[in-house]
């Protein structure tokens, strides 16, 4: 299935998820495509279009069962088991990401930070230890870690992200302005505010024309 689900549906997919999660939590059972679509500012026939991606869970006259829709996307999204992350580099954006708790809630737990300034190592952030580089090999062996999120200066990203691969890395959420070239079977994904100021700088230029 999952190889012809187009990345566009998977892009949305966390939104749909995230506004049913919210209908979920004000008691809502049910949603037609036509208000969801109101609620979401996107047409009703993109929705029933996207949903019927994976065998339409809508019923007609009936609309959708809203915790149904939201556990099937969980399902797809791999929400539906937690994931074990680790942080590379302790700096700033790496203990703000320690310090949301938002992540744990959508399981994501973050079980460590990886420094190798000795002013950070030893150290914990919201109870998160601050290890050492040197001990992200051995971590890895004794433990059962999903995710490595890279929040280092750009120049070291290539490297590191490479020697995580080496000790067993299979995905990485990448925050260092570089883009990394990755062996097959390992994927990630870019997080880049600064791009996403660009595109809305662009927007705003746009207005002042
Ligand atoms: P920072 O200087 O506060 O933290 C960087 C940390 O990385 C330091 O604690 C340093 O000791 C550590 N470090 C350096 N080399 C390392 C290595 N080889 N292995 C392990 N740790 C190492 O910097 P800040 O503000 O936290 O930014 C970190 C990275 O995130 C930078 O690349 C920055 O450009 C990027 N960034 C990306 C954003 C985004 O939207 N993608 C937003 C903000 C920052």
Known sequence: MGTEISSAVIRRLPRYYRYLGELMAHDVVRISSKELSERMGVTASQIRQDLNNFGG????????NVEYLYTEIGKILGLDRKKEMIVIGAGNLGRALAN??????????????????????GKSVNGIPVLHMDEVPKYLRENTVDIAAITIP??????????????????????????LSLPEGVVQENVHLTESLMRLSYKLRATEE
Do not use: C, H, M
């Open 100 to 121: 949301y708790s938002d992540f744990e809630r959508r399981g994501f737990i973050i079980k460590a930070l990886f420094d190798v300034s000795a002013n950070l190592v």
């Open 57 to 64: 869970f809508g019923q007609q006259g009936y609309g959708y």
């Open 154 to 179: 750009k120049e070291a990203a290539p490297q590191v992200a490479a020697d995580l691969v080496k000790a067993g890395i299979k995905a990485i959420w990448n925050f260092a302005p570089t883009d």
